[in-house]
């Protein structure tokens, strides 16, 4: 097994020697098959090539710096890898097995392959600098302007504001965020939303206080607008006066439902877009979910 990268070739099991991306030539060991980390000066790379089992991939973790590095798994690598890019443009290509990419900052291109992956546009510790961005520990920030392409397979792929998605081929899960970035920041786009296949969640949180202004599932709810773009060919959705995502052609006939197991006594509630109750079979089905999430799954830092 190896990964072929641009800059060199890692041997899985081995050393390699490898110059990284500023103007001098040194060399430095990569990894062998234990959990080895290179850090060099600002401009190289990180690799993290953890455990290695029965000759097959448990982890792989491939980290970029500040240069714009492109990275490529080989095919032979069977198991699913967990590959994170660096400050620049990063090209991330995934393998055919389940992998887990995170572009890091910089407008990033992303490729999972085959198999059933996740995507995420962008994974630092902080959000608008003191804040920390939904999901938890996986957060996210420098996340605009990235491209992700699921490929075939059942792909999960996170956008951030300005992040355009493809999910390829197979039954594809999109999640963006409302009532989360600033106004006016770009709106995420779906270039292949196929209603009955793929499904797209939205997640927003409700919170009260703060020094934040309140916001509740009512007001998701009250604020949720579709609307179809004849000129453009595309379905915008708007929370709260924000554009949230523009899906490929006219969506809106879509089935909508709201999640929230946060409010009130926390007991699960599906609501439809009238606010009425309805049942968790009716709710999980729908084209689009709205999910409400706590306000300790948005602010604050992750340890």
């Known amino acids: ?91 991330l290509t995934g393998t055919n097995g389940d992998d887990s990419i995170f572009g890091g900052e910089g407008a990033d ?6 198999g059933d992956d996740a995507l995420f546009s962008g994974n630092d510790a902080s959000y608008s600098d003191d804040w920390n961005h939904y999901p938890g520990e996986l957060t996210r920030v420098d996340d605009a302007g990235d491209v992700l392409n699921g490929g075939a397979g059942n792909d999960e792929l996170w956008l951030g504001q300005g992040t355009v998605a493809t ?31 793929d499904q797209l969640e939205i997640d927003f949180p409700v919170h009260e206080g703060y020094y934040t202004e309140d916001f509740t599932t009512e ?31 006219d969506q809106t006939d879509l089935s909508i439902a709201f999640y929230d197991d946060v409010s009130g006594s926390g007991a699960p509630v599906w609501l439809d877009v009238e606010g009425n109750a309805m049942t968790a079979e009716d709710g999980e089905a729908a084209d689009i979910i709205l999910c409400a999430r706590a306000l300790q799954d948005v602010i604050g830092e992750i340890s």
């Open 1 to 91: 097994m190896s990964f072929l990268l641009m800059l060199g070739t890692l041997l899985v099991g081995s050393f390699a020697l490898v110059d990284g991306a500023d103007d001098s030539s040194d060399e430095d060991m990569i990894a062998s098959s234990h959990e080895d980390e290179l850090i060099e000066d600002e401009q190289d790379m990180m690799l993290d090539i953890a455990l290695f089992e029965e000759e097959s991939v448990e982890e792989a973790h491939i980290e970029a710096a500040d240069a714009e590095e492109e990275f490529v798994v080989e095919e032979q690598v069977e198991a699913g890898e967990w590959l994170t890019g660096g400050n620049g443009a990063d090209d």
């Open 109 to 114: 291109t992303i490729e999972g392959g085959a």
């Open 167 to 197: 999910g390829g081929e197979g039954d594809d899960l999109f999640h963006v965020f409302g009532a989360t970035y600033p106004q006016g920041a770009d709106a995420a786009e779906i270039t292949d939303f196929t209603a009955g296949e």
């Open 219 to 249: 007001d998701a709810i009250n604020g949720l607008l579709s609307s179809y773009d004849e000129e453009t060919d595309t379905t915008v959705i708007e929370i709260d006066g924000e554009e949230v995502v523009a899906m490929n052609g």
